[in-house]
């Protein structure tokens, strides 16, 4: 972890937060090499991490108790898995389920058998348990019905499954919420942040689903085959490779973004830099057939990408077809020095918004040795620092000078004060409803930064009247309820990146930018909208496998490179009777 305040230092070709921090354009973002799930393969990788099956005891059906051994450079944990047989009326992937097909928990050390036994009771109980200070990271998942029972009839049957099912939904099972960071009993975040294994964002959580991606192909290997014990044939390796974990979320993710933006400023920050440096590197013919390798890459992945979302659906098209034209003009544009720069200007008049981060993603891809040391940087301990002796009239310059894109906020408007946010009764969770029409009010959480920052200014310019020498102590004796605010201000005014420049209350604003934001940092792909407040996207996909991490004949660059996976084509393969009319 590094503090916050480092990541003001300065840096040459950064773009500018008036750009980079639009909520649209942040809702355009891909997930990229400094994604979560690629720096902790990344980690695997080069630590040489074992993953191992230590206890298997499924029934014919697949239910019972898995557990995983993963043993890095120096501890181990373990990974303990209850498969239960779920009623159809019981299954969904809302917050307020209260029974899942798997519940799952990364515990460190051993679960001998006390411990064992007590997670036996809990952890199916999810947020209703009594969980362990031992536990790192609580979850649970449900199928993906169809998928998993194509999967199984055809393994069963003797042949492979059709990998277009996996293109379709490109997971067996999908997680509805990974807890970490001390909620419900387990580990708080202070004791993974002295732990050399998981003290980057969100490591454990993406180990926690890793390692339920690789039950998921064991889990139905072992049902196949006590199906048909004669028959059966396991998982094709290129299909295992190719099915990911799916994840279903919703507007539970969005207060995080703005809870924690000096966390966030580091994220947006460590790929700006990423971005710039490669800026500043001169092209050359071996990196623009790697640019055009992988920009083919992306737009057949883009082609294969199914979704049911309208508008995802036309979003996707228009990226496609933005993608075609880069292809085009990579094709016909001579290599030279500044050939990266060329094309993101050109990109700026020709391309969708989608397609310009797409760029900027695999720009990114193109130097791994230059960005690889950002993977140790997006941590930072957060700390706001409120400054008491500074002069109102800073303090109202820095307003004016740093946050200019929270004063467009006017109380008059009806748009602008449009949504409200809100916490739910039943689970606490974050809801957002339309202000004077629905109910929830009373609840309301305070996500809306630009509307806090204007009131604050119209109270602090009118302390200012007749108060011209005074310093922010006695504004805030005057108006107390405005404490957490400057202090916002004053830590958040020396960091570009940390601030989401939208009026979340707009009548405009789309709450899926807010999703797709923190998703793409995670490393998510197959972004498919349910609704315009809830989304699936799948993570892992293309991933290697456990037994692939400490595989001596294939270099890092080559492990690492599994971005934008594309259906397998597999010479020999049978791919069963399912007709093409037949897929999702």
Same mark, same amino acid.
């Given at each position: 972890?590094?503090?916050?305040?480092?990541?003001?230092?300065?840096?040459?070709?950064?773009?500018?937060?008036? %750009?980079?921090?639009?909520?649209?354009?942040?809702?355009?973002?891909?997930?990229?090499?400094?994604?979560?799930?690629?720096?902790?393969?990344?980690?695997?990788?080069?630590?040489?991490?074992?993953?191992?099956?230590? @206890?298997?005891?499924?029934?014919?059906?697949?239910?019972?108790?898995?557990?995983?051994?993963?043993?890095?450079?120096?501890?181990?944990?373990?990974?303990?898995?209850?498969?239960?047989?779920?009623?159809?009326?019981?299954?969904?992937?809302?917050?307020?389920?209260?029974?899942?097909?798997?519940?799952?928990?990364?515990?460190?050390?051993?679960?001998?058998?006390?411990?064992?036994?007590?997670?036996?009771?809990?952890?199916?109980?999810?947020?209703?348990? $009594?969980?362990?200070?031992?536990?790192?990271?609580?979850?649970?998942?449900?199928?993906?019905?169809?998928?998993?029972?194509?999967?199984?009839?055809?393994?069963?049957?003797?042949?492979?499954?059709?990998?277009?099912?996996?293109?379709?939904?490109?997971?067996?099972?999908?997680?509805?919420?990974?807890?970490?960071?001390?909620?419900?009993?387990?580990?708080?975040?202070?004791?993974?942040?002295?732990?050399?294994?998981?003290?980057?964002?969100?490591?454990?959580?993406?180990?926690?689903?890793?390692?339920?991606?690789?039950?998921?192909?064991?889990?139905?290997?072992?049902?196949?085959?006590?199906?048909?014990?004669?028959?059966?044939?396991?998982?094709?390796?290129?299909?295992?490779?190719?099915?990911?974990?799916?994840?279903?979320?919703?507007?539970?993710?969005?207060?995080?973004?703005?809870?924690?933006?000096?966390?966030?400023?580091?994220? @947006?920050?460590?790929?700006?830099?990423?971005?710039?440096? @490669?800026?500043?590197?001169?092209?050359?013919?071996?990196?623009?057939?790697?640019?055009?390798?992988?920009?083919?890459?992306?737009?057949?992945?883009?082609?294969?990408?199914?979704?049911?979302?309208?508008?995802?659906?036309?979003?996707?098209?228009?990226?496609?077809?933005?993608?075609?034209?880069?292809?085009?003009?990579?094709?016909?544009?001579?290599v030279h020095i500044a050939l990266y720069e060329e094309l993101i200007d050109w990109a700026k008049e020709h391309c969708s918004l989608e397609?310009?981060?797409?760029?900027?993603?695999?720009?990114?891809?193109?130097?791994?040795?230059?960005?690889?040391?950002?993977?140790? %940087?997006?941590?930072?301990?957060?700390?706001?620092?409120?400054?008491?002796?500074?002069?109102?009239?800073?303090?109202?310059?820095?307003?004016?000078?740093?946050?200019?894109?929270?004063?467009?906020?006017?109380?008059?408007?009806?748009?602008?004060?449009?949504?409200?946010?809100? $916490?739910?009764?039943?689970?606490?969770?974050?809801?957002?409803?339309?202000?004077?029409?629905?109910?929830?009010?009373?609840?309301?959480?305070?996500?809306?930064?630009?509307?806090?920052?204007?009131?604050?200014? @119209?109270k602090l310019e009118e302390f200012i009247e007749s108060n011209p020498n005074a310093i922010v102590v006695e504004f805030l004796?005057?108006?107390?309820?405005?404490?957490?605010?400057?202090?916002?201000?004053?830590?958040?005014?020396?960091?570009?990146?940390?601030?989401?420049?939208?009026?979340?209350?707009?009548?405009?604003?789309?709450?899926?930018?807010?999703?797709?934001?923190?998703?793409?940092?995670?490393?998510?792909?197959?972004?498919?909208?349910?609704?315009?407040?809830?989304?699936?996207?799948?993570?892992?996909?293309?991933?290697?496998?456990?037994?692939?991490?400490?595989?001596?004949?294939?270099?890092?660059?080559?492990?690492?490179?599994?971005?934008?996976?594309?259906?397998?084509?597999?010479?020999?393969?049978?791919?069963?009777?399912?007709?093409?009319?037949?897929?999702?």
């Open positions: 972890m590094i503090s916050a305040t480092s990541a003001s230092a300065p840096h040459t070709n950064l773009r500018p937060a008036s %750009e980079v921090m639009k909520l649209e354009r942040l809702g355009s973002m891909f997930a990229s090499r400094l994604s979560f799930v690629r720096s902790l393969m990344r980690k695997m990788i080069k630590e040489s991490w074992q993953v191992s099956n230590t @206890v298997f005891d499924l029934d014919s059906k697949g239910h019972g108790l898995a557990i995983y051994r993963i043993t890095t450079p120096g501890k181990y944990y373990e990974c303990v898995i209850f498969s239960r047989d779920l009623a159809p009326d019981q299954r969904s992937d809302r917050v307020i389920a209260e029974a899942w097909d798997v519940t799952f928990a990364l515990v460190e050390g051993e679960a001998e058998s006390s411990l064992l036994e007590q997670m036996e009771a809990n952890v199916p109980l999810q947020e209703a348990g $009594r969980q362990h200070p031992r536990v790192l990271v609580l979850s649970r998942a449900n199928k993906s019905l169809r998928n998993f029972s194509q999967f199984l009839e055809a393994l069963a049957s003797g042949r492979q499954p059709d990998p277009a099912w996996l293109t379709s939904v490109g997971y067996l099972y999908r997680t509805t919420a990974v807890y970490g960071n001390g909620k419900f009993g387990i580990a708080d975040f202070a004791r993974l942040e002295r732990n050399p294994d998981f003290n980057r964002p969100f490591a454990a959580q993406m180990l926690a689903v890793y390692v339920l991606r690789q039950f998921s192909i064991e889990q139905l290997d072992h049902m196949a085959r006590a199906q048909s014990p004669e028959q059966a044939v396991p998982l094709h390796r290129e299909l295992q490779r190719y099915l990911g974990i799916g994840n279903s979320t919703g507007l539970g993710m969005a207060p995080f973004l703005i809870n924690h933006p000096q966390l966030i400023q580091q994220w @947006v920050y460590g790929r700006e830099r990423a971005l710039a440096y @490669v800026r500043q590197e001169p092209a050359n013919e071996q990196t623009h057939t790697s640019l055009r390798a992988f920009m083919a890459r992306a737009l057949k992945h883009l082609q294969q990408t199914v979704t049911e979302d309208t508008d995802q659906t036309l979003r996707n098209r228009e990226t496609a077809s933005s993608i075609e034209k880069v292809i085009t003009w990579l094709d016909r544009t001579p397609a310009q981060e797409l760029i900027n993603t695999l720009l990114i891809e193109l130097y791994p040795e230059r960005v690889e040391a950002i993977d140790d %940087e997006l941590g930072c301990r957060e700390s706001m620092d409120l400054k008491p002796d500074m002069k109102v009239r800073q303090l109202r310059d820095l307003i004016h000078d740093k946050f200019g894109w929270a004063l467009n906020y006017s109380e008059e408007c009806p748009d602008d004060n449009y949504w409200f946010w809100y $916490r739910s009764v039943e689970k606490e969770e974050p809801r957002l409803g339309v202000r004077g029409t629905e109910s929830g009010a009373e609840k309301e959480m305070a996500l809306a930064i630009g509307p806090r920052i204007s009131r604050c200014l @119209v004796m005057a108006h107390p309820g405005q404490k957490e605010c400057v202090r916002r201000i004053q830590t958040m005014g020396e960091t570009p990146y940390g601030e989401i420049r939208a009026n979340l209350w707009h009548k405009d604003m789309k709450p899926m930018h807010l999703l797709r934001t923190k998703l793409s940092f995670f490393g998510a792909s197959r972004f498919d909208p349910k609704s315009d407040r809830w989304v699936r996207i799948t993570l892992f996909q293309g991933a290697p496998l456990p037994d692939e991490l400490h595989n001596a004949q294939l270099p890092l660059h080559q492990l690492d490179d599994w971005g934008f996976p594309l259906e397998p084509e597999l010479d020999g393969m049978d791919k069963g009777q399912t007709a093409r009319s037949d897929r999702l």
